[in-house]
Nanobody, 125 residues
Framework: QVQLVESGGGLVQPGGSLRLSCTAS????????MAWYRQAPGKQRELVAT???????TYLDSLRGRFTVSRDNAKNTMYLHMYNLEPADPSVYYC???????????????????WGQGTQVPVSE
């Protein structure tokens, strides 16, 4: 089994930056692909970014250039750097991970087995 724990959320002002972390533990061999999702109140969950074991990344088009996903395999941790946060960005951010024969295409990503508990990112003055 795999456990995922997100951290780094918190209140940020519009225009501010934040870095989220997702640390995996347990049977790490069950992970090659990881992703970030977010869900705003009253809205459907949406895929924010993906990263393969080789470090290939994809993004929701509207977030490209403001969000950057990365991973440190030695630390079993994935990161999401968020810049210039906007009032439309507040959400609960979730980590998703598992094993997949994944092409690296945003459209081809399918939810994987393991989920974190989520971390909140409110954006407000």
């Amino acid at each position: 089994q795999v456990q995922l724990v997100e951290s780094g959320g918190g209140l940020v002002q519009p225009g501010g930056s934040l870095r989220l972390s997702c640390t995996a533990s347990g049977d790490i061999s069950l992970i090659n692909t990881m992703a970030w999702y977010r869900q705003a109140p009253g809205k459907q969950r949406e895929l924010v970014a993906t990263i393969t074991g080789g470090g290939d990344t994809t993004y929701l088009d509207s977030l490209r250039g403001r969000f950057t996903v990365s991973r440190d395999n030695a630390k079993n941790t994935m990161y999401l750097h968020m810049y210039n946060l906007e009032p439309a960005d507040p959400s609960v951010y979730y980590c998703n991970a598992g094993w997949a024969h994944y092409s690296g295409s945003y459209a081809a990503y399918r939810e994987l087995t393991s989920w974190g508990q989520g971390t909140q990112v409110p954006v407000s003055e």
